[in-house]
Nanobody, 121 residues
């Protein structure tokens, strides 16, 4: 397992934007996939977006495709999630995850502590 530290969460109004960052204690350019997941109270954890080492291919939950963008900076060992056009349905704790496959949550070995995103109407 590796240490992951998320930042960038906060409170915004509907239609606003946030950029989440994940600092990873590993070479993000060489390890399988890295991903963002989210979980809100009473709901199951769901995959939001992942970026994989094979050509930096990206995968998105259909509910965020076109609004969210995942990216990674291998030189800085960082992974980002740019979130635009936010809606109250995006309110959740967002987690960074590493060393897994696509958006299969159980495949990820390392998890951050999470950063809260709250979108008000």
């Amino acid at each position: 397992q590796v240490e992951l530290v998320e930042s960038g969460g906060g409170s915004v109004q509907t239609g606003g934007s946030l950029r989440l960052s994940c600092a990873a204690a590993l070479d993000t350019s060489s390890r399988k996939c890295m991903a963002w997941f989210r979980q809100s109270p009473g709901k199951e954890r769901e995959g939001v977006a992942s970026i994989c080492a094979d050509g930096y291919k990206t995968y998105y939950n259909p509910s965020v495709e076109g609004r969210f963008t995942i990216s990674r900076d291998g030189a800085k060992n960082m992974v980002y999630l740019q979130m635009n056009s936010l809606s109250p349905e995006d309110t959740a704790m967002y987690y960074c995850a590493a060393e897994g496959a696509f958006l299969y949550g159980d495949s990820y070995r390392s998890w951050g502590q999470g950063t809260q995103v709250t979108v008000s109407s």
